[in-house]
Every structure is written in structure tokens, then in C-alpha cells.
């Protein structure tokens, strides 16, 4: 394909497209809508415009910079290049950085503009971290331990901030669901970097898997979901329930308990499950949540 070709608009936009997680878009906007409909039991344009926020420009922003700046470690891993992301062309990595910034830019002004300066701070850090994950000088994801927290807040942050900008009334059982939802975003990405080793290794890209290995990665993230059903029990019902939710995550993540670092990539059938889970588990999460709405109004 030549240069010409390769920046037309409809090229473009498909790569934008796929650097985007299509498949991962309701992992954001979902916990944003969900926290913000039940604290304030209406539908407003606050609500719509945050959702569209936290579905499409989010997404761009948080794996559009990440394919821009893995782009070397994204050449040597087999998996790249349809739902777990793009290898982008390098002609694409300053449009995808525009894109994105342009992307977000009117969505941020107005949730600025019908926020309080508590949820200003909220959405700032939230996207300090989606920026700074896979950019320098930071580079999170390159300090391990803190790649699987940075990453984690990627998901529970807009969960926060719908409730602040809700003005959410905050108790302890409300801050366990949180909890629950952070253990949840670690484990998931510590799993995710399992199966990376060998291609961030090769880039010279450190993680919570390169740095502590394969198997004691898998074990950590068994530990963490399980640490979130068990912290679920101790809220309100129907919280309680959604302690089963871990388990199929558990199960998918199970069979890789004794993975090594020259195996790691068999981890990737178990990421394939990972993700039609997340389906399946926002279905359930969505009954939950219904139930709640019943049960409180």
C-alpha cells in the first residue's frame, strides 16, 4: 500500500477504529452510566454526553496512545492487530494522537462546564492516568505493580466520577463496591500481561509479568479476583450476589495456574475467554443492578 493510499480517510478511520477495543468500549462507559443513573435516577444530557465520552473518545485516547507508543513491542507480538489492538502504521501515530485529543476535547468542556470542581479533579486524574499509562516520561505500565493499578483505574475511575458528578452520597458499602471493582481492573490487566511476556521482553518493555514472571502473575491475579467476590460479600444486598461473578473469571484464569515464562502465550485462549466473560458478566451485573433500582426507590 502506498503513502497516499494508507491516509485515506476510510483507512484512517478503520485503524482508529480497531486501535480503539471496540470489543472493550462498555468496560468504561458502562460503570460511568451505571453510577451515575442510580444516584441520580434520571436520564440528562450530563448522562448521555458522559456515556458517549466514557464509550467511543475515551477508549481512542486510553489504546490509541498505547499503540503509539508499544508500536515496538506490538511488531513482535502475534496477537496484534484486530480486538487486542492495532500494530499502527508509523504514518498513523500522529494522527491517532490528534484524534484523540480532538476526540475528547468538546466532550471534557462539557462535563467541565456542568461539573463541580470535585469531579474536575476526578476526571482530571482519570485522564492523567489513561495519558501517562503508556506515554513518557511516566510510562506506567513500564513499572510494574503499577501498571495493574494505573490500569485498574482506567476502569473504575469513571464509575467515581458519575458519582461525584452525581453528587453520590458516599458510605462504606459503596466504597467495598469500588474495592471490588479495582481488585477486579488489577487482575484482569496482570492476566492480560501474562501472555505478553515474551514480546515485552524482546522490546525491552517491563511489567508486573516480566518483572515478577508468568506463573507467580497468574497466581496473583487468581488472588485478586478472589479478593473481590470475598470483599462483595460485605455489601449490601443484593451486592452479596455479585461475589459469583468472579467465578467464571476464576475459572478462565485457573488453567494457566502453572504457566511459565517460555508458555506464557498459551495464556492468550484464556485472555479470548476473558473477554466474551466481560458479556456475561455485565449481563448479570446489570440484573444486579436492576434488582437494586427496585429494591430502592
Not at 491517532?96 to 461539573?115: M, R
Not at 492516568?129 to 505500565?141: E, G, I, T, W
Not at 513499572?143 to 453520590?168: N, W
Amino acid at each position: 500500500m502506498n503513502g497516499s493510499a494508507a491516509l485515506r480517510p476510510a483507512f484512517v478511520l478503520r485503524e482508529l477504529f480497531v486501535a480503539s477495543r471496540p470489543v472493550s468500549w462498555v468496560n468504561t462507559a458502562y460503570p460511568f452510566a451505571a453510577a451515575y443513573l442510580l444516584t441520580t435516577r434520571a436520564i440528562d444530557p450530563a448522562l448521555v454526553i458522559g456515556t458517549v465520552f466514557f464509550l467511543i473518545p475515551y477508549n481512542l485516547a486510553m489504546y490509541g496512545i498505547n499503540d503509539v507508543f508499544d508500536y515496538e513491542s506490538d511488531l513482535r507480538n502475534p496477537r496484534k492487530g484486530g480486538a487486542h489492538g492495532a500494530v499502527l502504521d508509523r504514518r498513523m501515530h500522529p494522527v491517532t494522537l490528534w484524534a484523540a485529543a480532538i476526540a475528547c476535547l468538546p466532550f471534557v468542556a462539557y462535563l467541565v462546564i456542568v461539573g463541580s470542581p470535585a469531579s474536575w479533579l476526578v476526571l482530571a486524574v482519570s485522564l492523567f492516568f489513561v495519558v501517562f499509562y503508556s506515554a513518557p516520561p511516566l510510562r506506567l505500565k513500564e513499572r510494574p505493580f503499577a501498571d495493574s493499578v494505573t490500569s485498574s483505574i482506567h476502569f473504575f475511575s469513571p464509575a467515581v466520577y458519575g458519582l461525584v458528578l452525581a453528587g453520590a452520597a458516599w458510605t462504606w458499602q459503596l466504597v467495598l463496591i469500588l474495592v471490588a471493582f479495582a481488585l477486579w481492573g488489577v487482575a484482569s490487566h496482570a492476566f492480560g500481561a501474562v501472555q505478553d511476556v515474551v514480546a515485552d521482553r524482546e522490546a525491552g518493555i517491563s511489567s508486573i509479568a516480566t518483572a515478577r514472571g508468568a506463573r507467580w502473575t497468574v497466581w496473583f491475579a487468581l488472588a485478586c479476583y478472589a479478593a473481590a467476590g470475598l470483599v462483595m460479600l460485605a455489601t449490601a444486598w443484593p451486592g452479596p450476589l455479585a461475589a459469583l461473578v468472579c467465578l467464571p473469571y476464576l475459572a478462565a484464569v485457573w488453567p494457566f495456574r502453572n504457566v511459565t515464562d517460555d508458555t506464557a502465550e498459551t495464556a492468550t485462549a484464556g485472555w479470548r475467554r476473558f473477554l466474551w466473560i466481560n458479556q456475561i458478566a455485565g449481563f448479570a451485573v446489570t440484573l444486579l443492578l436492576i434488582w437494586f433500582w427496585f429494591l430502592t426507590t
